[in-house]
């Protein structure tokens, strides 16, 4: 994992340094899980944490729960802990999922429009999702056979209210809007995911299955980083 991490964290500064360069600004999905906390840690921490031009950062979620700010489920209240409340990155560009609203579809509607507005002001992509993947082949709140994967083309937030994965309402990304990324990057760690794993990357194509496969941007990168663990059958 610690491996890894490093390796993530280098590799996410990097891309932060050469969209601000190119463009003059970075868009940045995060996920929750188990990898990102690390990673965060160490772009948090000097040296990385000195070579990251924070203020032209915007931030955004892949997935949240649909709980409270303060909530231990929380994804925001995660990167809080390790990343944005050691970060000059300022408040107003980061943009957490709503969750305050009285319902997940309203939560979603109004995080869609907000989704829409950073596309728009970031040449319509996000420079960098960070992404995980579960056993069962899911990413972001997309889960095997679950209705949300068929959104539509041009909706990029879907309220989800029966995932498999504790808490079961959750607020995601859709395939469409992360498919606008110019850098998807997997962390994947564990034995437990090794065979999906070989699966997601052997194929067959199935991603009903294996929502994972869905990621392919047109305009972007793939990148899977794994754990010797993880990568055992590949
Ligand atoms: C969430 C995540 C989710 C996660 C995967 C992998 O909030 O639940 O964003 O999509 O990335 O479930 O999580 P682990 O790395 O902890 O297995």
Redesign the pocket.
């Known amino acids: 994992m610690e491996e890894l991490a490093e390796a993530a964290a280098q590799r996410i500064t990097h891309s932060i340094q050469a969209a601000v360069q190119e463009r003059g600004h970075c868009l940045i999905a995060l996920?929750?899980?188990?990898?990102p906390p690390r990673v965060h840690h160490i772009i948090a921490s000097p040296p990385l944490r000195n070579q990251i031009p924070w203020e032209a950062l915007s931030i955004i979620w892949?997935?949240e729960?649909y709980v409270p700010f303060d909530s231990p489920d929380s994804?925001y209240l995660l990167a809080r802990q390790t990343l944005l409340d050691h970060t000059p990155i300022p408040s107003d560009q980061v943009y957490p999922v709503p969750t305050y609203y009285a319902t997940p579809e309203l939560a979603a509607s109004v995080y869609e429009r907000q989704v829409q507005a950073l596309l728009g002001t970031h040449g319509g992509q996000i420079d960098i999702s960070i992404?995980?993947?579960?056993a069962d082949g899911?990413?972001?709140?997309l889960f095997p056979q679950h209705p949300a994967l068929n959104a539509a083309a041009n909706q990029h937030v879907i309220a989800v209210t029966d995932a498999p994965?504790p808490p079961p309402t959750r607020i995601s990304l859709t395939p469409a809007v992360l498919n606008r990324s110019r850098l998807a990057l997997f962390l994947v760690?564990g034995g437990d995911k090794a065979a999906m794993l070989a699966a997601a990357l052997r194929g067959p194509f199935t991603p009903t299955e294996i929502p994972a496969q869905m990621i392919r941007p047109a305009q972007g990168r793939v990148v899977w980083m794994l754990d010797a663990e993880a990568a055992i059958h590949i």
């Open positions: 996920s929750g899980g188990k990898v892949v997935d729960r994804n992404l995980g993947m579960g899911h990413t972001a709140s994965k760690t």
